[in-house]
């Protein structure tokens, strides 16, 4: 992806409108990609996404049953994939919503055969452009961790955390909190966004009874070890 030249790619197309979908499949085989299928609402274009492994994903935020930014959300959750988002809407809370989904870009309809291909290009650059910085980030974070300085990285695991009450995504979180992770970290990590990883981190205060990120490390760990004390009991009790 770092070439100047964009490569062939597989391109999961999400579009409900039949004629915008056989135009914009047309002009993406022009420019030389592949559409491996073609979604025509989110719960199946979540599937079709998780089962075909494409190289991109083309997302339009207008879908029945389940809407574009719900749908990129999920595929989002599950695996990493660059996404172009598709809209005909210019109101703030579509913008808003956008802005909480970790996309490289979106294109306002209608939008031209050139615009496509320029969106193309910009999305792979920055989604590489991420990947990097996100590996990058693990990297040191195994640097440090094989130092010894992070041992509330090694009580606070993903796993342990989910024992205490919280969900996946805030465990993962937290995690990292506790590695000393800024906001904008942790959606590099995550392949999320800071005002998402913000949230959870508020979901997490309240779920903990802290107001500050050390005092949430604080109580985790407090919860975890007096779990595993009660866990391993008294070896004299009878």
């Known amino acids: ?13 999400t579009e409900d409108e039949p004629e915008v979908a056989r135009y914009m499949a047309t002009v993406l085989k022009v420019l030389g990609h592949r559409v491996v299928a073609v979604a025509h609402e989110g719960h199946e274009a979540v599937e079709l996404a998780l089962q075909l492994s494409p190289d991109l994903v083309i ?85 440090l961790a094989k130092g010894g300085g992070l041992a509330d990285a090694a009580v606070l695991t993903a ?39 913000a949230k959870h981190i508020e979901h997490v205060f309240l779920k903990l009874g802290v107001e500050s990120r050390t005092a949430a490390v604080a109580e985790a760990r407090r919860r975890i070890q007096g779990a595993e004390g009660v866990a391993g009991g008294d070896p004299e009790a009878v």
């Open 1 to 13: 992806m770092n070439s100047s030249k964009v490569p062939e790619l597989s391109i999961l197309l």
């Open 59 to 143: 997302m339009d935020i207008d879908l029945p049953k389940m809407n574009g930014v719900t749908a990129a959300r999920k595929i989002l959750e599950r695996t990493s994939v660059p996404v172009i988002i598709c809209t005909g809407r210019s109101d703030n809370d579509a913008l808003a919503s956008l802005r909480e989904l970790n996309v490289q870009a979106y294109l306002n309809k209608p939008f031209s055969a050139v615009q496509l291909k320029s969106a193309i290009a910009i999305t792979l650059a920055q989604y590489d452009l991420h990947d990097r910085a996100r590996r990058k980030i693990l990297e040191l974070s195994e640097v």
């Open 159 to 197: 796993e342990r955390l989910q024992e205490i009450g919280l969900t996946p995504r805030e465990a993962q979180v937290l995690h990292w909190v506790a590695q000393g992770k800024s906001n904008g970290d942790i959606a590099v990590i995550l392949e999320s966004s800071p005002r998402t990883i």
